[in-house]
């Protein structure tokens, strides 16, 4: 069974003799491994059950350490790292031959962030490798934003879990690639889709892409949990029903218990909506009712993010 701890040097040692363990990040817990070993990265897929073809996420703590991982930085993308990084933004730059295939799923492009996290880059920079850390979920449940939710889950899979708290920001990365120099998203994530803009003006959105079917944070389910979940559509309420719960924005539902209504943000801040999405979607999934309503959040912010996670995690009304 896993152990929960704040120990580094544990955690360097169990990584450098190529084990895969539970990390913190501001956006969600990681299972991470050397990226660099392909031992290690394979053991992250089987801990995870995750399909071959889902690629990997590479984090580290320095631009300059990407030397080794990338072997090209467009312009478009220096401009973004420089302004969010440490951050929720993942980039997706040309693969440098250090990377094995597995990594990638065989893409020419690797998926590169520095996350903004005390504990994990203090470990990122005791390491002389980079980490391959996908979410800490069995592959197509919710995200882990706590130690706790990883040991659940994972726990009799991997030796340790380096516990940093609850995750700040609460849901995964921005994804962006780029093509001929010009910024495409292709997750909608962390970072509010308005600061990109606002920094290197309108950007391309792609997140249902069919050109790209190898990227399953695109998948239409995912991210779901065990109970069926409706999105309701803005404006709409839920039929009276006993054995329903829902999970609203900023104040419960007339005909539903309370108890089983979790309000994401009652001074309707998407930022801590966000931060408490996964794990109340996770204390829905585990209270004595038979379906989960959610109530669409305003598309500000990190709220078209969220309003996308939750289209993948319903179920058709
Ligand atoms: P996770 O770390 O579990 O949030 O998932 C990582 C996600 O990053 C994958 O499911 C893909 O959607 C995306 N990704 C990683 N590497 C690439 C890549 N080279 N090209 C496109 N998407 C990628
Ligand atoms: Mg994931």
């Known amino acids: 069974m896993a152990q929960i701890g704040t120990d580094l040097q544990v955690a360097k040692k169990l990584l450098e003799a190529g084990n895969v363990i539970g990390i913190p990040t501001e956006t969600v817990y990681g299972l ?3 990226a660099l070993n392909p031992d290690a ?7 995870k059950n995750r399909p071959s073809f889902d690629p990997l996420i590479v984090h580290t703590d ?5 030397d080794q991982l990338v072997t090209a930085f467009p312009e478009a993308a220096l401009r973004l790292a420089n302004a969010f990084w440490p951050g929720p933004l993942t980039l997706l730059l040309p693969k440098h031959d250090l990377v094995p295939d597995l990594v990638t799923a065989g893409l020419p ?13 203090n470990l990122l920079r005791s390491l002389d490798f980079p980490l391959a850390a996908p979410s800490a979920n069995p ?3 919710i995200s882990p934003t706590t130690a706790q939710h990883v040991a659940d889950q994972l726990g009799a899979q991997i030796p340790y879990v380096l516990d940093g708290g609850p995750s700040n920001v609460g849901i995964e990365s921005t994804i962006v690639g780029f093509e001929n120099n010009k910024a495409v998203v292709f997750r ?4 509010a889709l308005e600061q990109i803009e606002q920094l290197i003006g309108p950007v391309a959105v792609r997140t249902h892409s069919t050109s790209n079917p190898k990227a399953p944070g695109m998948l239409s389910s995912h991210y779901a949990p065990r109970k069926p979940l409706i999105l309701l559509s803005a404006g709409e309420s839920p039929d009276p029903d006993e054995r329903a719960g829902a999970l609203v924005f900023r104040e419960p539902f007339g005909g539903l218990q309370n108890d089983y209504q979790l309000v994401l943000s009652p001074t309707g801040d998407p930022n801590e909506a966000a931060k408490n999405l ?3 979607l996770r204390a829905l999934d585990n209270l004595p009712i038979d379906i989960i309503y959610a109530e669409p959040l305003p598309n500000v912010g990190l709220g078209w993010a969220m309003n996308d996670r939750l289209r993948r995690a319903s179920v058709e009304k």
């Open 62 to 66: 320095s631009i300059h350490k990407l």
């Open 139 to 141: 592959f197509g449940y």
């Open 32 to 34: 991470a491994g050397n």
């Open 188 to 191: 909608l994530g962390g970072l």
């Open 109 to 121: 492009t690797v998926a590169v962030r520095i996350p903004n996290h005390s504990l994990t880059s």
């Open 278 to 280: 996964f794990a109340y």
């Open 41 to 47: 990265v394979l053991k992250i897929f089987q801990v």
